[in-house]
């Protein structure tokens, strides 16, 4: 059963610093890799797709890597802003289109 | 506006009610899930649709859960007898085929956030 865990759970940093998320995965066999922001009591905003054959993804400010071998991922964010406040979430896609996510990260950008 | 849709926003009912939630997909999207996401977690998966039909159910969905997308366009939830463990968020997504690239982005809708009394 895949299970995927992001480090950390929360994080506060003054605005203007770079930043990386973890997410890692126990089943290498998945279709994709991607990252969602949540804004409290809301759905979920598509950041970056990784296809299982690729390592990378850059959308502007942020950048996304994907490890199949070690079962990671992270989100690099450059010169955080206080409207990246949010919950960041991955989630690997495996069989049936289904996704499998991890419990967030809940970041603070203080300005 | 061209995104995913979702009614009510907001349901609250006592225990034992039976609620329905909609879903209204992307309009050339022909698959269509719903998630269910507790405070403090990530969503979890329930069901997936491709056109009308239903090919995947979590062991989440019990059976005072069914889902149906009986045009193979908007969807509904329901929940029979609801009980207190089914408050959360309700989330419904939906994708194009992608049959060239691999599974598409899923465009995930506001939520319906349910509480039971």
């Known amino acids: 059963k895949q299970e995927v865990t992001q480090i950390p759970a929360a994080l506060s940093v003054p605005e203007g610093e770079n930043l990386v998320l973890n997410c890692s995965f126990t089943d290498s066999a998945i279709y994709n890799l991607q990252w969602f922001r949540q804004d409290p009591g809301k759905g979920l905003t598509s950041l970056l797709l990784?296809?299982?054959?690729?390592r990378e993804q850059t959308s502007g400010r942020l950048n996304a890597s994907l490890d199949k071998s070690s079962g990671r991922s992270t989100l690099y964010i450059a010169a955080s802003q206080p409207g990246d406040s949010a919950t960041y979430l991955c989630?690997?896609?495996?069989?049936?289109?289904?996704?499998?996510f991890g419990a967030g990260t809940i970041l603070r950008v203080k300005s | 506006d061209t995104g995913v849709s979702q009614n009510p926003r907001h349901k609250i009912t006592k225990r034992g009610q039976n609620v329905t939630f909609r879903c209204d997909p992307i309009s050339e999207h022909n698959r269509l899930y719903w998630y269910r996401q507790t405070l403090g977690q990530g969503p979890e998966f329930l069901t997936y649709f491709q056109n009308e039909a239903q090919l995947e159910k979590s062991r989440l969905l019990s059976d005072r859960f069914s889902a149906e997308r009986p045009k193979g366009s908007f969807s509904t939830l329901e929940i029979q007898r609801t009980e207190q463990g089914d408050s959360a968020m309700y989330l419904c997504?939906?994708?194009?085929?992608?049959?060239?690239?691999?599974?598409?982005?899923?465009?995930f809708g506001p939520g319906t956030r349910l509480l039971v009394l």
């Open positions: 989630a690997a896609m495996e069989y049936g289109n289904k996704l499998v």
């Open positions: 990784i296809q299982s054959s690729q």
């Open positions: 997504a939906s994708s194009s085929d992608g049959h060239l690239a691999g599974p598409e982005t899923q465009y």
